[in-house]
């Protein structure tokens, strides 16, 4: 039976050519699916946006010029009604929380795309939201115990920056006992094994970023 309605207009954002590729190869099946454009950073999305107003956008979260949470804000400004999923290799990514709060409609893990992005495309089309049950028991978890305070934050960030319990006290102008305390608080919030893990665990989810 042949559709007369209009097909759903995607764009696709993301700096990896071969996921953009996947994307519209899977897509290029789908009679009710039409690819309108493809972007490698968030300044080309928000020009794309602008042009062709798809009805769906699939965003990645890191990207160079401009992420995936900074070209959601500006096009979720400029169109509130936009419908935009992000798109995440890691299952508990706070780049991925920090885009739902900006007004992502949708999250797919990269890693599940063949199975979940036509049936994403379709239902925030229609106007509903998509969360995997798992991942929203995640963003509940992350909301909820996960979340690192400003202060922890600042203590892995000198860490991941390679100094010591002791210069991080002197900075932060706090013992260097509340600094083993913050760190015990942070491996235990991030499930991590050591500093070491803590720092990867950090850079892997967004919550601190090493200096280019």
């Known amino acids: 039976m042949t559709s007369h309605l ?76 936009a419908r935009i999923a992000v798109l995440t290799t890691y299952r508990g990514d706070v780049r991925a929380l920090q885009a739902i709060k900006a007004g992502a409609r949708g999250y797919l893990l990269k890693s599940t795309l063949r199975h979940e992005l036509i049936e994403t495309i379709r239902v925030l089309a229609a106007g509903k939201r998509r969360f995997p049950p798992e991942i929203a028991e995640e963003l509940a978890a992350h909301l909820d115990q996960e979340g690192l305070t400003n202060r922890e934050v600042q203590v892995l960030q000198h860490v991941a920056e390679g100094l010591s319990n002791k210069e991080t006290a002197d900075i932060l102008e706090i013992g260097e006992d509340t600094v083993k305390g913050h760190l015990r608080n942070i491996m235990d919030k991030l499930g991590a094994n050591n500093r070491t893990h803590a720092v990867t665990i950090g850079i892997q989810r967004g919550i601190i970023e090493l200096a280019q």
Not at 14 to 30: C, F, K, M, T
Not at 56 to 64: A, C, G, I, R, Y
């Open 6 to 81: 209009k097909p759903i207009t995607v764009l696709i954002v993301d700096d990896h050519p071969l996921i953009r590729e996947g994307i519209a190869a899977v897509v290029s099946n789908y009679a009710d699916i039409t690819l309108v454009g493809e972007a490698s950073n968030g300044l080309e999305a928000i020009r794309l946006y602008r042009a062709t107003q798809p009805d769906v956008t699939l965003m990645d979260v890191q990207m160079p010029e401009l992420n995936g949470i900074g070209a959601i804000s500006s096009i979720m400004s400029e169109f509130p009604q």
